[in-house]
């Protein structure tokens, strides 16, 4: 499997035994390389192990960040292994990637397989998974960290008006506890309804 702009790989896989009951697409790339950072921090593919918490696939399937659990639309069928730089999430449902809109909470199917889904973000990484917000950090601030999302303040989902929308590396873990609360507080408003929401950036310090 070819990368471009990994920066963080899993360590060696430990307990090949894990992998049972995931799909053979999924089982052969964490066969390969458990899990991976790659697109200047675009796109994380989760990996089994334990440490660090942020890249592990247990967590945030049926650990303390399961996704199912922080997001009514996600369900205990689907399979969460991986994510964008803003923290939207990819999940396997009947072997198709689906797209969690984290910020709404909203699901969608990409209408592709992992292999498929791969293959598109190589080629195009930027259109194809989005990337433009991240060209702009990377422009004002630098590069992320592994375990980095970035936070943009006002959500994207939200009409800002003429606010410009900043932009903030946060903790992953803290990134998607956020997201998950600001979906469920929006989550039944009808389009162009006006809300009132109290906004705050997440926490800024890894643990």
């Known amino acids: 499997m070819t990368l471009q702009g990994v920066t963080y790989?899993?360590?060696?896989?430990?307990?090949?035994?894990?992998?049972?009951?995931?799909?053979?697409?999924?089982?052969e790339i964490l066969w390969q390389v458990n899990g991976f950072v790659a697109y200047a921090g675009g796109?994380?593919?989760?990996?089994?192990?334990?440490?660090?918490?942020?890249?592990?696939?247990?967590?945030y399937c049926s650990g303390d960040m399961a996704l199912r659990r922080l997001f009514h639309e996600v369900r205990d069928y689907d399979i969460p292994f991986g994510q964008d730089f803003l923290g939207n999430q990819f999940l396997l449902r009947d072997r198709v990637v689906w797209r969690l809109r984290a910020e709404t909470g909203e699901m969608s199917?990409?209408?592709v397989e992992l292999g498929q889904f791969l293959g598109e973000s190589r080629e195009s990484p930027i259109g194809y998974l989005g990337l433009e917000l991240l060209a702009r950090y990377h422009q004002e601030h630098g590069p992320i960290e592994p375990g980095q999302l970035i936070h943009t303040m006002p959500p994207l989902c939200l009409d800002r008006g003429e606010q410009k929308l900043a932009l903030k590396a946060v903790p992953a873990d803290e990134g998607v506890t956020y997201l998950a609360s600001l979906a469920r507080q929006i989550g039944d408003v009808p389009d162009g309804q006006e809300v009132r929401l109290e906004l705050a950036w997440p926490p800024s310090s890894i643990q």
């Open 9 to 27: 790989q899993g360590p060696a896989l430990e307990n090949p035994s894990k992998l049972q009951g995931l799909p053979d697409d999924l089982i």
């Open 43 to 59: 796109l994380h593919i989760r990996g089994m192990v334990e440490e660090p918490g942020w890249h592990s696939f247990d967590r």
């Open 109 to 111: 199917s990409m209408g």
